[in-house]
């Protein structure tokens, strides 16, 4: 590992957008109804997971 490379940071801290990937995978996980759902369903909830927790996050940012 080199001394503070982008690569090496990039390996320890996720992006914002892993960030709220991972963030909207935890809630689908605990509250999609998977086996009564549609995939066209899941990718709908999934966005507006996605969407809330990035507006949100810039609504928190602002204040």
């Known amino acids: 590992m080199s001394n503070n490379s982008v690569s090496d940071h990039a390996a320890y801290y996720p992006s ?23 995939p066209s369903d899941l990718i709908k909830e999934y966005m507006k997971v996605y969407e809330d927790l990035r507006s949100t996050y810039k609504e928190l940012k602002t204040k």
């Open 16 to 38: 914002i957008t892993q960030k709220y990937h991972d963030l909207t995978m935890m809630y689908l996980e605990k509250n999609f109804k998977f086996a009564k759902s549609s």
